[in-house]
T-cell receptor, first 111, second 115 residues
Framework: SQELEQSPQSLIVQEGKNLTINCTSSKTLYGLYWYKQKYGEGLIFLMMLQKGGEEKSHEKITAKLDEKKQQSSLHITASQPSHAGIYLCGADMWGDDKIIFGKGTRLHILP | SAVISQKPSRDICQRGTSLTIQCQVDSQVTMMFWYRQQPGQSLTLIATANQGSEATYESGFVIDKFPISRPNLTFSTLTVSNMSPEDSSIYLC????????????FGPGTRLTVT
């Protein structure tokens, strides 16, 4: 079955540093979704990317989708403790009627 | 953004019993989904809850084990039947307001422990 590969699985970053999380598919994606999960708060929708080469930003978080629509990166600039959590990418493929999710990246921010 | 609530937020249940989880959205939505997140794993789609008709289940999930209702456009329930310890997971409902993408918003989840 189709899977999304996320890397790294876990990330520990000093507060104020930048970081990048990657999400890769072996198939062309129709839509790519980034979510953040905190304990007891469910998943928070961050961004959706649908066009090859698309880039979106929200506050200090930027997500990009490559031209082939098979890889996405999530970049956090000047990380803060509030950025800590699990980041999940999800994607739907052409012809599928559901989203599949990566296994997540657990982000820790050191003060 | 809409508010999606789930009840209960957590429960500890005995083997062989059933638990019904409720999902309430504060506005009418197009699609509602139920996911399971087992410890250390990502989200797995259980089924799409269809308003007024039977849910559409993913491979590996059956109606007898996970009956789902969706009586209207804002509410759905998932029942975990005849529970075993392997059913211990976080169960999440999500909602989508558009059929053009799968941009979904999630409830806070129900943490189920089966003893």
């Amino acid at each position: 079955s189709q899977e999304l590969e996320q890397s790294p699985q876990s990330l520990i970053v000093q507060e104020g540093k930048n970081l990048t999380i990657n999400c890769t598919s072996s198939k062309t994606l129709y839509g790519l979704y980034w979510y953040k999960q905190k304990y007891g708060e469910g998943l928070i929708f961050l961004m959706m990317l649908q066009k090859g080469g698309e880039e979106k930003s929200h506050e200090k978080i930027t997500a990009k989708l490559d031209e082939k629509k098979q890889q996405s990166s999530l970049h956090i600039t000047a990380s803060q403790p509030s950025h800590a959590g699990i980041y999940l990418c999800g994607a739907d493929m052409w012809g599928d009627d559901k989203i599949i999710f990566g296994k997540g990246t657990r982000l820790h921010i050191l003060p | 953004s809409a508010v999606i609530s789930q009840k209960p937020s957590r429960d500890i249940c005995q083997r062989g019993t059933s638990l019904t989880i409720q999902c309430q959205v504060d506005s009418q939505v197009t699609m509602m989904f139920w996911y399971r997140q087992q410890p250390g794993q990502s989200l797995t789609l259980i089924a799409t809850a269809n308003q007024g008709s039977e849910a559409t289940y993913e491979s590996g999930f059956v109606i007898d084990k996970f009956p789902i209702s969706r009586p209207n456009l804002t509410f759905s329930t998932l029942t975990v039947s005849n529970m075993s310890p392997e059913d211990s997971s976080i169960y999440l409902c999500s909602a989508s307001w558009t059929e053009e993408s799968y941009e979904q918003y999630f409830g806070p989840g129900t943490r189920l422990t089966v003893t």
